[in-house]
């Protein structure tokens, strides 16, 4: 019990710590939601029949994680690329996600989230929305080139996000200035994707709604 505490406080020091670099937005915007004949459409990035190459990132203890492992309960898996903790529209999907969390259990999928954000803005992440499944970090974009989401963010851009406290070298620990398309692909225990969609439009998602239709649909 003695040692539980001790990890709790180390835990909660570690974020706190962190959190005077970076924090994850307060005041949360209205993310909006895809239109049903824009869904499915992938503007960036694999489609379905596609199979990633298999990779191997960290999870929010550092610790690697694979596609394969991923795969290994031969079940399916809605990987979820966001921008990072910095985009309050990302933090509102990302909550979205969480709370919906019992009825993809229902249906025998599990959301994995990837970003580049570094291992400890992924944990607090983690903690902050108290997330069930994996987030996943990526700063090396491994997984970002697998399922080919890759976006660059120009230099004014990046200096311009500075203005608004926003720096992105302190969230991923690279000074890349490269992000993921926001991005939803259900890949299938075989390891292809067998549903995507990818919009460059970070201010729209599809709701989790519409992705509880999309799973239901396949049944």
């Not at 406080?9 to 005041?27: R, W």
């Not at 399922?147 to 620990?173: C, H, M, R």
């Not at 292809?192 to 919009?199: D, F, N, P, Q």
């Not at 599809?206 to 049944?219: H, I, T, Y």
């Amino acid at each position: 019990m003695k040692f539980a505490l001790i990890a709790a406080l180390v835990a909660i020091f570690s974020l706190s710590a962190l959190a005077q670099d970076i924090s994850l937005p307060e005041n949360l915007p209205q993310l909006g939601e895809t239109k049903n004949t824009d869904l499915g459409k992938v503007e960036v990035g694999l489609q379905a029949g596609d199979t990633p190459a298999d990779f191997s990132v960290m999870n929010h203890k550092g610790k690697d994680v694979s596609l394969a492992a991923l795969l290994k309960s031969n079940a399916p898996i809605l990987v979820v690329f966001y921008r990072g903790g910095w985009c309050p529209y990302c933090n509102v999907q990302i909550r979205q996600l969480a709370e919906a969390w019992p009825e993809f259990e229902k249906r025998g999928v599990t959301p994995v989230l990837i970003s580049v954000d570094k291992p400890d803005a992924s944990a607090m992440a983690k903690a902050t929305y108290e997330i069930p499944f994996p987030v996943l970090s990526d700063p090396e974009l491994k997984a970002h080139e697998a399922f080919d989401v890759v976006v660059e963010i120009d230099d004014a851009t990046a200096e311009k996000y500075k203005t608004y406290g926003i720096v992105l070298e302190d969230w991923s620990g690279k000074d890349h200035h490269k992000i993921a398309a926001p991005g939803i692909f259900l890949v299938g225990a075989d390891g292809g994707v067998e549903w995507a969609h990818v919009s460059r439009d970070y201010k729209t998602r599809p709701s989790v709604e519409q992705l509880f239709g999309m799973l239901d649909a396949r049944n």
